[in-house]
């Protein structure tokens, strides 16, 4: 599962180039992941029920030297070292860009220039409600790219989730302090955390 998750997280840095893809790639590009993660779920779950497949690899594993086992952990506490930096890499360039857009609605170029006013509606509907920098849309993004990087798996979503305020506190510092619209979406997406959790039955 650690190599389809790494697998997973390079596509989201790819789809990621926040300034060149529009809404409706977005959501297609999402959508596509989501299924890639489903299927590949279900891949290990079929595995796991093939209890000879399993003997097998429990054995092999079993024969290997100390010093190989260790250096497979090591592979393996890498690849969340990994997947939680990358994580915190979008979630700064997701704030950033969804602080743009807002001052771009507000008038306000990040280059000093003018705003047109085609570009500064455009940005008000980009951060609006139901917008896709909005608080709701960009909230469950965080909280979506983090769940699919930890799995369901409690301790790692924690792990996510504290890696997720990294790098909104992160884009914070580099902002000057985040905008209303940043704050209210770090509230939000750390809220659907906690949902999370209740509905695992665990306190945090």
Known sequence: MSMEIIGYNSSINNYY???KVNNKENVKAESTASTNITNADTAVVYEKSDNTSTKKATYEINKKSSSDRAAIVEQMKKAE???????????????????????????????????????RKE?????????????????????DFASALAGDDVEK???????????INQAAAKLGGLPSIGQQTQDAANNLFEEYYKSKGVEV
Request: net charge negative.
């Open 17 to 19: 180039d926040i300034s």
């Open 81 to 119: 070292d990994d997947n939680r930096q990358s994580l915190i890499n979008m979630v700064r360039e997701m704030m950033n860009t969804q602080s743009g857009k807002q001052k771009t609605a507000d008038g306000f170029s990040a280059f000093g220039g003018t705003v047109t006013e085609e570009a």
């Open 123 to 143: 940005a008000q509907e980009a951060i609006s409600e139901d917008g896709y920098w909005g608080v709701k849309q960009t909230s469950q993004r965080l909280f």
């Open 157 to 167: 979503m924690k792990k996510m989730q504290d890696a997720m305020n990294k790098g």
